[in-house]
């Protein structure tokens, strides 16, 4: 028979272990951050398509800690054919690099520069994340785990824009239900094979 005391202590030793076993498991996707040389890429996100469309666009905030200038010239995955940066605020039909400046931060957001990823190949979930490679002209290349927004979302984890993606695709903001899930999920592939 378990004492109080053995008992607690049994409990406190499990909720400490857990608790480290769940920060532990915290790898760059939960930081938001990536570092490569002098640049920090922090908040990735991109807006999924709208139903029926295959572009996206991608967004950040982009730090240049160093005293050199560097440019942001591709974006890669899998996931997607192409990617097409536009830097030029001013002209955001035109396909340029987008520009870091030494000792500054720039953020790409919507209304303003950022990347078109396009000709996607697979389904983008809302809520979910999709890995991609930045590749920048002098520090080179850095993976990152970019968050997957509503269309329409005005910046990164916008609740109110995914609040209205899920209303309009019948989801429960609570979640999905007991069991209901892996069934939604698998049945959300095999029609997306389909197509």
Same mark, same amino acid.
Request: net charge negative; aromatic share 6%.
């Given at each position: 028979m378990l004492?109080?005391?053995d008992?607690l202590?049994?409990? %406190?030793?499990?909720?400490?272990g857990?608790? $480290?076993?769940?920060?532990?498991?915290?790898?760059? &996707?939960?930081?938001?951050?990536?570092?490569?040389g002098?640049?920090k890429?922090?908040?990735?996100?991109?807006?999924?398509?709208? @139903?029926?469309d +295959? !572009?996206a666009q991608?967004? &950040?905030?982009l730090? +240049?800690?160093g &005293?050199?200038?560097?440019?942001?010239?591709?974006?890669?995955?899998e996931?997607?054919?192409?990617?097409?940066?536009?830097?030029?605020?001013? !002209?955001? @039909?035109?396909?340029t690099?987008?520009? $870091?400046?030494p000792?500054?931060?720039?953020?790409?957001?919507?209304?303003? &520069?950022?990347?078109a990823? $396009?000709?996607?190949?697979?389904?983008?979930?809302?809520?979910w %994340?999709?890995e991609m490679?930045?590749?920048?002209?002098? =520090?080179?290349?850095?993976?990152?785990? =970019?968050?997957?927004?509503a269309?329409d979302? =005005?910046h990164?984890? @916008?609740?109110?824009?995914?609040?209205?993606?899920? !209303?309009?695709?019948g989801?429960?903001?609570?979640?999905?239900?007991?069991?209901? %899930? #892996?069934?939604?999920?698998?049945?959300?592939?095999? #029609?997306?094979?389909k197509?």
């Open positions: 004492k109080r005391r008992f202590l049994t409990g %406190g030793t499990l909720l400490t857990t608790a $480290l076993g769940l920060f532990a498991s915290r790898g760059p &996707a939960s930081a938001h951050e990536y570092d490569v002098h640049l890429v922090e908040h990735p996100w991109l807006r999924a398509p709208v @139903d029926g +295959n !572009k991608f967004y &950040a905030i730090h +240049n800690s &005293a050199t200038p560097d440019k942001l010239i591709a974006v890669k995955s996931k997607f054919g192409k990617a097409e940066v536009h830097g030029d605020a001013k !002209k955001l @039909d035109l396909i690099p987008i520009v $870091l400046p000792k500054s931060t720039l953020t790409l957001a919507p209304g303003g &520069a950022y990347v990823l $396009l000709d996607i190949k697979k389904h983008l979930e809302v809520g %994340g999709l490679t930045l590749v920048f002209e002098k =520090a080179g290349e850095v993976e990152i785990d =970019a968050a997957i927004d269309p979302a =005005a990164a984890h @916008d609740a109110e824009a995914m609040e209205r993606w899920q !209303k309009a695709h989801q429960d903001s609570a979640g999905p239900k007991e069991g209901a %899930g #892996h069934q939604d999920h698998e049945h959300h592939e095999h #029609h997306m094979d197509k």
